[in-house]
């Protein structure tokens, strides 16, 4: 098994404040992370060191076997898919749901001159297969519902075939339905012995997909918890994080947590 991601150490300093402060953090191909903690505790900035987009400050950190800072991160960054709101909003709001995936294989968010190839169209069109997207392929991506556009932010991702895959907050706003919809997929999708690693970054236990299977909690840029799923999504651990009690429940492979 080989290891996809390895922070040891790692710290980010911003105006003299250490918004990560060494943390130590390893993931292997076939592990599926979830990243918590409260507001301002660092998980974006740990998705975008993982993304090769942000170096440390201290510390070293090695993405998909690449060291950053002696590596060349244009080589490594089509290796890992990003799925953000902040790489949606660069996706033109009148360009297709098609051409929205497909351009992904360019490492562009907008058609202009590039040439497809039919591999590249077929792919795309199995993509949006996989992400229910198929009826919505010929839509602009502006047009799209909130959920809609979330799993187009992943389908583009998908599409480079990657060999880590990071989501930032890929249910936020999403209503009980879409939100219901898209763990459906993420479940299935995180299940699949083919899937790459992957990381996603979460607000609440809620959106935690079955099939996940490690945990990381994160308050002030200090890790507080992190290994197996069940071992870390406790009352304890998460209470400490959050600096609340509470009381966490598992059933059928999801977690749901509320004030004690
Ligand atoms: N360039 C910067 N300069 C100063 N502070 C920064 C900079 N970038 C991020 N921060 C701060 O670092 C902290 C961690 O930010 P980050 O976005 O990683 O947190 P987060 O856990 O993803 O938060 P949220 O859950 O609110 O999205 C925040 O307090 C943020 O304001």
Redesign the pocket.
Known sequence: MSRVLDFSGVSVI??G?A?LDAVDWQVEEDQRWVIL??????????LRIAAAALHPTQGRAEVLGGVLGKTDVFELRPRIGFASSTMARRIPAGETVLDAVMTAAYSVTGRWNEQYEDLDVRRAQRVLKEWRLAGLASRRFGDLSDGEQKRVQIARAVMTDPEIMLLD?PAASLDLGAREELLQLLGGYASAPEAPALVM?T?HVEEIPPGFTHALL?TD?HVTASGPVDEVITAEHLGRTFGLDLEVTKRDGRFSARAA
């Open positions: 911003r105006e404040n918004i903690g409260p507001n301002g505790a660092g998980k974006t900035t740990m907050e970054v607000h994160l840029g």
